[in-house]
C-alpha cells in the first residue's frame, strides 16, 4: 500500500498485518493480473513487464479486500475485482505520465520516457479494456456497471484539470471537486463493491464507499502538497509537474487567498511563468505562509471523516486497519 503510508516502522508494521491477512489473496490477484495481460507479442509483454516495476503497493486492491473482511468474507469475486480496479489505477498512471511529462515513477523510468507517449496512450488503453473485459465475466453486471461509471467519472476529474490548468482563481470548492473525481471516486468504488459483494446491508456499503471517497481526497491533498515539498530522490517520482503545468493545487490556492494584493500579484506573476528561478521564488512565499499547514489539516480532517465511517462495523482486524490507514493517509514518503 505504498500509495499512502509514510516509511515508519507503524507503515511497515501495517503492511507486515495486512500481509499476514491476505497474503494469499494478494498472490492470487496478482496471478490474474499476469495471466489476463499476457500477450502473443514480445514487445507487448516488455512494456508489460517494465510496468510492474513502478507498480505501488496495491492500495486499491487492499482497501476492496479490507472492506469485503470487515463486512463479510472474501470470495472469488472479490479477488477478480482487486485485479480489476488495480488495472484500471494503473491505467491512469500510465496516462497521467503522459499527461505531466513525467520521467520517472518509483525510481523507474515511466513508459512515455522508456519508450514514447504513443506505447503509454496504448498501453492505458490496454489495460482499461482488459479491465472491462475481465469484470464482465462476473455473474453480477453491477460491477461493471459501478466501475464504468466510476472510471467515467475519474476521467471527467482529470479533463477538468486540464481545462482549469493556469486558472488562478480556481476556488477550493472546484479543486476538491476535481480531485474527488479524478483521485477519491476510485478509492470509494473499491470499497463499495468489497462491502457490497460481502453482502453488506445498503447503509454499510454506503458508509464504506464515503470512507473511500474521504480516504481518497486525504490522499491527493498530500499527493498535492508532496509535489511542492517533496525530494525526487526520496520519493521517486518527477516532482513540481503541477507548477509546470500551471495546476492551482491547495496550497496554492491557499496562498493566493491569504496573500495582501501586492503579493498575490506577484504570486499570479510567478505562477504564470514556472521557470525554475521563479519556482523558487514562489517558494518562499509558500514558506511565509500558513499554506502547507492549512492543506495538511484538510487531508487530516478528512481522514477523520473516512475514520468516522467505520463506527458501525463490528470490531475487526480487518476494521483496525482499515482505521490504521487513515492515520497514515497523509504521509506520502512511503
Same mark, same amino acid.
Given at each position: 500500500?505504498?500509495?499512502?503510508?509514510?516509511?515508519?516502522?507503524?507503515?511497515?508494521?501495517?503492511?507486515?498485518?495486512?500481509?499476514?491477512?491476505?497474503?494469499?489473496?494478494?498472490?492470487?490477484?496478482?496471478?490474474?493480473?499476469?495471466?489476463?495481460?499476457?500477450?502473443?507479442?514480445?514487445? @507487448?509483454?516488455? @512494456?508489460?513487464?517494465?510496468?510492474?516495476?513502478?507498480?505501488?503497493?496495491?492500495?486499491?486492491?487492499?482497501?476492496?479486500?479490507?472492506?469485503?473482511?470487515?463486512?463479510?468474507?472474501?470470495?472469488?469475486?472479490?479477488? @477478480?475485482?482487486?485485479?480489476?480496479?488495480?488495472?484500471?489505477?494503473?491505467?491512469?498512471?500510465?496516462?497521467?505520465?503522459?499527461?505531466?511529462?513525467?520521467?520517472?515513477?518509483?525510481?523507474?523510468?515511466?513508459?512515455?520516457?522508456?519508450?514514447?507517449?504513443?506505447?503509454?496512450?496504448?498501453?492505458?488503453? /490496454?489495460?482499461?479494456?482488459?479491465?472491462?473485459?475481465?469484470?464482465?465475466?462476473?455473474?453480477?453486471?453491477?460491477?461493471?456497471?459501478?466501475?464504468?461509471?466510476?472510471?467515467?467519472?475519474?476521467?471527467?476529474?482529470?479533463?477538468?484539470?486540464?481545462?482549469?490548468?493556469?486558472?488562478?482563481?480556481?476556488?477550493?470548492?472546484?479543486?476538491?471537486?476535481?480531485?474527488?473525481?479524478?483521485?477519491?471516486?476510485?478509492?470509494?468504488?473499491?470499497?463499495?463493491?468489497?462491502?457490497?459483494?460481502?453482502?453488506?446491508?445498503?447503509?454499510?456499503?454506503?458508509?464504506?464507499?464515503? /470512507?473511500?471517497?474521504?480516504?481518497?481526497?486525504?490522499?491527493?491533498?498530500?499527493?498535492?502538497?508532496?509535489?511542492?515539498?517533496?525530494?525526487?530522490?526520496?520519493?521517486?517520482?518527477?516532482?513540481?509537474?503541477?507548477?509546470?503545468?500551471?495546476?492551482?493545487?491547495?496550497?496554492?490556492?491557499?496562498?493566493?487567498?491569504?496573500?495582501?494584493?501586492?503579493?498575490?500579484?506577484?504570486?499570479?506573476?510567478?505562477?504564470?511563468?514556472?521557470?525554475?528561478?521563479?519556482?523558487?521564488?514562489?517558494?518562499?512565499?509558500?514558506?511565509?505562509?500558513?499554506?502547507?499547514? /492549512?492543506?495538511?489539516?484538510?487531508?487530516?480532517?478528512?481522514?477523520?471523516?473516512?475514520?468516522?465511517?467505520?463506527?458501525?462495523?463490528?470490531?475487526?482486524?480487518?476494521?483496525?486497519?482499515?482505521?490504521?490507514?487513515?492515520?497514515?493517509?497523509?504521509?506520502?514518503?512511503?
Amino acid at each position: 500500500m505504498k500509495d499512502v503510508v509514510a516509511g515508519s516502522t507503524g507503515a511497515s508494521g501495517l503492511l507486515g498485518q495486512i500481509d499476514e491477512l491476505f497474503g494469499d489473496d494478494l498472490v492470487r490477484v496478482e496471478q490474474i493480473f499476469a495471466e489476463e495481460l499476457k500477450s502473443w507479442h514480445p514487445f @507487448v509483454n516488455d @512494456v508489460l513487464g517494465h510496468m510492474t516495476r513502478f507498480r505501488g503497493k496495491r492500495l486499491r486492491p487492499i482497501l476492496l479486500l479490507l472492506s469485503a473482511k470487515a463486512c463479510g468474507t472474501v470470495t472469488h469475486d472479490h479477488l @477478480v475485482l482487486s485485479a480489476v480496479v488495480e488495472m484500471i489505477h494503473t491505467a491512469t498512471l500510465v496516462h497521467d505520465d503522459v499527461l505531466d511529462d513525467a520521467e520517472i515513477r518509483r525510481h523507474v523510468a515511466t513508459i512515455n520516457s522508456r519508450w514514447n507517449n504513443e506505447t503509454s496512450v496504448l498501453l492505458g488503453d /490496454y489495460l482499461f479494456t482488459h479491465a472491462f473485459h475481465l469484470a464482465s465475466g462476473l455473474e453480477s453486471t453491477l460491477a461493471c456497471r459501478l466501475i464504468g461509471h466510476s472510471t467515467n467519472l475519474v476521467c471527467e476529474g482529470e479533463l477538468a484539470q486540464i481545462h482549469e490548468r493556469g486558472n488562478q482563481d480556481l476556488t477550493e470548492a472546484q479543486y476538491l471537486e476535481i480531485i474527488e473525481g479524478k483521485t477519491a471516486e476510485l478509492c470509494a468504488v473499491c470499497c463499495q463493491l468489497g462491502a457490497h459483494f460481502a453482502e453488506a446491508g445498503e447503509a454499510t456499503t454506503a458508509a464504506m464507499r464515503e /470512507y473511500g471517497r474521504c480516504l481518497g481526497i486525504a490522499f491527493q491533498i498530500a499527493d498535492d502538497l508532496l509535489d511542492v515539498l517533496g525530494n525526487e530522490g526520496e520519493t521517486g517520482k518527477s516532482l513540481g509537474s503541477d507548477l509546470k503545468k500551471q495546476k492551482l493545487t491547495l496550497p496554492l490556492i491557499r496562498l493566493l487567498d491569504q496573500s495582501s494584493p501586492e503579493d498575490a500579484t506577484e504570486i499570479r506573476r510567478l505562477l504564470a511563468d514556472p521557470t525554475e528561478p521563479n519556482r523558487d521564488k514562489l517558494q518562499k512565499f509558500v514558506a511565509g505562509s500558513d499554506a502547507i499547514e /492549512y492543506a495538511f489539516a484538510q487531508a487530516n480532517e478528512f481522514a477523520q471523516t473516512a475514520r468516522q465511517q467505520l463506527a458501525e462495523l463490528p470490531d475487526s482486524v480487518s476494521k483496525r486497519l482499515l482505521e490504521e490507514i487513515t492515520e497514515f493517509a497523509t504521509q506520502r514518503s512511503w
